[in-house]
């Protein structure tokens, strides 16, 4: 499949800024095609530059459409359509901000509200280095056996702190001020969600009940307040062992409408408890996510304990470390970048 991507001047971005998809294609100071570089990224040579748009299947866009105006959106999705080729790209950040809809671009995004956006946003995984073989490189994927009861891990920022409670709803209030001045007819303003206050709620509420095994690390900080590299290298390695020693991982939003723990707990080979606050989960079209998560829609998170205990019991001991090795499967194989790539290749041939 052959990929054309705009030129841009390098010299004005950070190569980290640029669309994850056209990584494996920088050359430093143009685009290219090499093998090294695309091996490195885990890039299958059915995926090759062009320099030449009349060649190409699907069109990357390589800044964020954070960073494009209307007008500059506008002109490439015309360039798509006189191709008649997808144009792929991504928004940045935590945003949930709905960005001009053109009906040949398509936007990966990680976090927005799912029934807020148009079709053209795409769920994007959270992108995170294989952890597990880095931690444990000298051992075999290690699965759990099913035991009696489910134990649920969390290793997290979870404050019951009212002055904390206070400044996150307070900079969504912020955030919808700034919306409404730029139009105030606007559909996509943000609820005053605080996510380490709803963490704490949800958290003791599983901790009180007797149908369940926890493993909590409560921390009043994000990371911990880690400062330093050897504070760092140890609350990473007390969060993921947090993880490898539980069956399930409780998996809620943070400042941004989406989980970066639910992709690190997949990673691990475990099972998320996602807590869904509306999110724009990856692919929706490809995974059938119900299968690899107990999911518990917000309006029913007070029933967490009986959704819970109902998905384990349901599993026979044979099934439950199938699940771990099938999530951990998934991850490598559709939620990483390669997993991008073949979706993009698919969606293509699809068409």
């Given at each position: 499949m052959n990929i054309y991507i705009p030129n841009i001047d390098f010299s004005l971005i950070d190569k980290r800024h640029l669309f994850i998809a056209t990584r494996p294609f920088y050359l430093k100071s143009s685009w290219g095609n090499d093998k090294d570089l695309k091996e490195k990224w885990g890039i299958s040579d059915v995926f090759n530059y062009t320099n030449d748009i009349n060649n190409a299947h699907v069109l990357f866009v390589p800044k964020p459409i954070n960073f494009y105006s209307r007008r500059e959106l506008k002109e490439i999705n015309q360039l798509c359509r006189k191709q008649n080729i997808k144009g792929y790209g991504f928004i940045t950040g935590d945003s949930s901000d709905v960005f001009p809809n053109f009906d040949y671009l398509i936007y990966f995004r990680v976090g927005g509200f799912s029934k807020q956006l148009p079709e053209n946003n795409i769920g994007l995984p959270v992108a995170l280095s294989d952890i597990y073989q880095s931690l444990y490189q000298d051992k075999v994927f290690e699965v759990r056996e099913k035991q009696e009861l489910p134990n649920i891990g969390f290793c997290g920022h979870a404050s019951i702190a009212t002055k904390k409670k206070w400044k996150?709803?307070?900079?969504?209030?912020?955030?919808?001020?700034?919306?409404?001045?730029?139009?105030?007819?606007?559909?996509?303003?943000?609820?005053?969600?605080?996510?380490?206050?709803q963490r704490f709620k949800l958290l003791k509420s599983l901790e009180t009940s007797s149908v369940l095994e926890t493993n909590f690390i409560y921390r009043k900080e994000y990371r911990?307040?880690?400062?330093?590299?050897?504070?760092?290298?140890?609350?990473?390695?007390?969060?993921?062992?947090?993880?490898?020693?539980?069956?399930?991982?409780?998996?809620?939003?943070?400042?941004?409408?989406?989980?970066?723990?639910?992709?690190?707990?997949?990673?691990?080979?475990?099972?998320?408890?996602?807590?869904?606050?509306?999110?724009?989960?990856?692919?929706?079209?490809?995974?059938?996510?119900?299968?690899?998560?107990?999911?518990?829609?917000?309006?029913?998170?007070?029933?967490?304990t009986q959704i819970v205990t109902d998905f384990h019991n349901k599993l026979s001991p044979e099934e439950f470390k199938e699940l771990q090795y099938s999530n951990r499967l998934l991850w490598k194989n559709s939620l990483s970048l390669a997993g991008i790539f073949e979706y993009i290749r698919n969606k293509t041939i699809e068409k």
């Amino acid at each position: 499949m052959n990929i054309y991507i705009p030129n841009i001047d390098f010299s004005l971005i950070d190569k980290r800024h640029l669309f994850i998809a056209t990584r494996p294609f920088y050359l430093k100071s143009s685009w290219g095609n090499d093998k090294d570089l695309k091996e490195k990224w885990g890039i299958s040579d059915v995926f090759n530059y062009t320099n030449d748009i009349n060649n190409a299947h699907v069109l990357f866009v390589p800044k964020p459409i954070n960073f494009y105006s209307r007008r500059e959106l506008k002109e490439i999705n015309q360039l798509c359509r006189k191709q008649n080729i997808k144009g792929y790209g991504f928004i940045t950040g935590d945003s949930s901000d709905v960005f001009p809809n053109f009906d040949y671009l398509i936007y990966f995004r990680v976090g927005g509200f799912s029934k807020q956006l148009p079709e053209n946003n795409i769920g994007l995984p959270v992108a995170l280095s294989d952890i597990y073989q880095s931690l444990y490189q000298d051992k075999v994927f290690e699965v759990r056996e099913k035991q009696e009861l489910p134990n649920i891990g969390f290793c997290g920022h979870a404050s019951i702190a009212t002055k904390k409670k206070w400044k996150d709803k307070l900079g969504f209030v912020k955030k919808n001020i700034f919306r409404f001045i730029k139009n105030p007819f606007r559909l996509d303003y943000e609820p005053l969600f605080a996510s380490a206050f709803q963490r704490f709620k949800l958290l003791k509420s599983l901790e009180t009940s007797s149908v369940l095994e926890t493993n909590f690390i409560y921390r009043k900080e994000y990371r911990a307040g880690a400062t330093t590299k050897q504070m760092r290298e140890k609350t990473n390695k007390e969060y993921y062992e947090n993880i490898r020693q539980s069956d399930f991982i409780l998996c809620v939003r943070g400042s941004g409408n989406f989980s970066v723990r639910l992709y690190e707990t997949l990673m691990m080979g475990r099972i998320p408890i996602f807590i869904d606050t509306n999110c724009l989960l990856p692919f929706i079209d490809k995974i059938d996510w119900k299968k690899h998560m107990v999911l518990v829609p917000w309006d029913r998170r007070n029933e967490i304990t009986q959704i819970v205990t109902d998905f384990h019991n349901k599993l026979s001991p044979e099934e439950f470390k199938e699940l771990q090795y099938s999530n951990r499967l998934l991850w490598k194989n559709s939620l990483s970048l390669a997993g991008i790539f073949e979706y993009i290749r698919n969606k293509t041939i699809e068409k």
